[in-house]
């Protein structure tokens, strides 16, 4: 390990596990959501024009430097059914954000060799810290269904300092957090717009999880310090 690094922090969703993993999930409970709004539209339409309406919201949020992702979420549903015909009331969206909860219990998992890396990076002395755009509702319900509460020093999410990736301010809290200047920190996530570009201006040493086979990383954009296949890899950087 080089002396340098005193802290590795790690983004959660994308990195630590994998988003494909809950769209069973997301796919089962936005078609009981559809079916209970009297709509019979088939399961590949829902799933085309919710994606289409999560991308439309997300172009819309991304500028703000803060904001609820339920509130993101919850407007990506809602004109999904509009898109479809349909209307929801607040107890509809409520039992579709509980069967979406439910069903991540029973789909989630970990990437490969997650626990094994965050126990050999604590064996060495290594600070370890979460920072992820999530609420803070969200964020206690999947570090609960992941088992991961105990392998952080702390976990920081956007809605605890009012600040989303990759705005400066949750980057800042995570530095304070870590007390250690940021040349000595490692920021491993998986996104280039949120957090390597964040990490990269706060003068961390980002690390892009790169986990695709079918395409190489990108040559554009942010640049990060290190690309890595596995989380495991992170323990290559250290040595």
């Known amino acids: 390990m080089t002396r340098s690094t005193k802290a590795v922090l790690f983004d ?15 796919r089962e409970s936005l078609v009981e959501l559809v ?3 009297g709509l019979k539209t088939s399961a590949d339409d829902v799933v085309q024009a ?3 309406a999560l991308r439309q919201v997300f172009r819309d949020y991304l ?4 904001y609820l992702h339920r509130d993101m979420f919850r407007d990506a549903v809602v004109d999904m059914l509009r898109s479809l015909g349909a209307n929801a009331d607040d107890g509809q969206l409520d039992r579709y954000r509980a069967l979406q909860w439910s069903w991540h219990t029973r789909d989630f998992q ?6 094994e890396t965050l126990a050999q990076l604590r064996a060495r002395g290594v600070q ?7 609420d803070d509702d969200q964020l206690n319900h999947l570090m609960g269904v992941a088992g991961l509460r105990d392998a952080f020093d702390w976990l920081l999410s956007s809605e ?3 600040s989303c990736k990759p705005d400066p301010a949750i980057f800042a809290e995570a530095l304070r957090r870590a007390g250690c200047p940021p040349q000595e920190v490692l920021f491993v ?3 280039l717009l949120q957090d390597i570009a964040g990490a990269n201006r706060a003068g961390m040493r980002s690390v892009l999880l790169w986990h695709r086979d079918d395409r190489p990383p990108p040559d554009h954009g942010p640049r990060p310090h290190h690309i890595i296949r596995r989380i495991s890899d992170v323990l290559t950087i250290l040595e």
């Open 12 to 26: 959660f969703g994308g990195t630590l596990y994998d988003y494909a993993l809950l769209e069973t999930a997301e």
């Open 35 to 37: 079916r209970s709004s």
């Open 50 to 52: 919710h994606r289409a």
């Open 63 to 66: 500028p703000r430097s803060y």
């Open 110 to 115: 970990l990437r490969d060799g997650v626990r």
């Open 128 to 134: 370890l810290g979460l920072v992820s755009n999530i």
């Open 160 to 162: 605890q300092v009012g």
């Open 189 to 191: 996530g998986d996104t």
